[in-house]
């Protein structure tokens, strides 16, 4: 398994640390089950998915193994809502961990964002995922771990995935040779989460979007209220959290650029336009802006509260708030 082992999880970019723990803890084999614990799309679901593979003595080539079980797969196939839709899942899970491989010598069952499921669907899975059969491995993925339930993060293997740095980011931009004219933009824009440069890099719409919230954030920045009032005008909800998340990872890395000196020419060009205790206001405001879209409030005033106080409002942080922002 070793040799397969190893060039399933070279299609990985980055994660150099738990690729390592997790090669020695499965030519180990002392643990049936493992939680990859991350941020959103740094690669758990792949990373899991590769394992599977590598368990089973395959090449990982996208498809799932006759062996491999995806929970998220099970949830979608069924058309049912609510209780009925998550028991009957789960009723198969219990079933498939007690058939025979089928052509392998291990089963394996892979539990997408476990920290999300409700608490009447983990705990009918506690049993299977405390004493799973010889024969069975469990992949669990979250991003929450204090969102786990305790004796499911008690019995699993922890590791921890991270974002990726931006020299892995741009090798996972450039794999294949491809030239991607924007791909300092993509670095930027997906932040050290490679699901992001993926979508990005595969969906045109997506990143033609993505990339105009440069040119807006920029505009903010330099407190252009006519610019801001009609970036404003954006009526759709989802349009307008996603904008607001892309600017606030776009300020706190901003930040970083500010304090360390060092970043893409695409945020370090900013660093002038503002200072960083304005930053630390301008992020602390657009995290307060997001979450208020969240909880339903109106998508035009509140954009727009936002472009007027940030041009002509005060810039100075509240006292005692100095904390380093993280991403979103």
Do not use: C
């Not at 807006?216 to 209220?225: D, K, Q, S």
């Amino acid at each position: 398994m070793v040799k397969i082992l190893e060039e399933n999880l070279s299609q990985i970019e980055g994660h150099a640390a738990a690729k390592s723990l997790l090669s020695k803890l499965l030519n180990q084999g002392t643990s049936p089950v493992f939680l990859l614990v991350g941020p959103p799309h740094v690669g758990k679901g792949f990373l899991a998915r590769a394992l599977a593979a590598s368990i089973h003595g395959i090449a990982y080539t996208g498809k799932p193994h006759i062996d491999t079980l995806i929970f998220d797969e099970l949830l979608s196939a069924h058309s049912e809502e609510g209780e009925k839709k998550w028991k009957r899942s789960v009723d198969a899970l219990i079933h498939f961990v007690h058939l025979s491989p089928a052509a392998s010598r291990h089963k394996v069952i892979i539990i997408d964002d476990i920290d999300r499921l409700s608490h009447a669907a983990a705990n009918a899975l506690l049993k299977t995922l405390e004493e799973p059969p010889g024969d069975v491995r469990i992949l669990l993925t979250a991003q929450d771990i204090d969102s786990v339930l305790p004796t499911i993060r008690s019995r699993a293997q922890l590791v921890r995935l991270n974002y990726l740095t931006d020299d892995e980011m741009r090798r996972y931009i450039a794999q294949g040779g491809r030239g991607v004219p924007e791909a300092q933009e993509i670095m930027v824009l997906a932040n050290g989460a490679v699901g992001k440069a993926k979508q990005l890099l595969g969906d045109k719409d997506l990143l033609k979007r993505q990339r105009s919230y440069l040119e807006t954030f920029e505009n903010l920045l330099r407190g252009r209220v006519i610019a801001g009032l009609k970036t404003a005008e954006l009526r759709e909800r989802e349009a307008a959290e996603e904008m607001v998340e892309v600017w606030i990872n776009l300020a706190r890395r901003l930040w970083l650029a500010t304090t360390s000196g060092q970043d893409s020419p695409v945020v370090s060009a900013w660093a002038s336009l503002v200072e960083p205790p304005e930053l630390l206001v301008l992020i602390k405001r657009l995290e307060e802006v997001l979450e208020s879209l969240r909880g339903g409030a109106n998508v035009r005033i509140a954009l727009e509260s936002l472009v007027i106080g940030w041009s002509w409002g005060a810039k100075v942080p509240p006292r005692g708030y100095n904390q380093s922002p993280n991403r979103v």
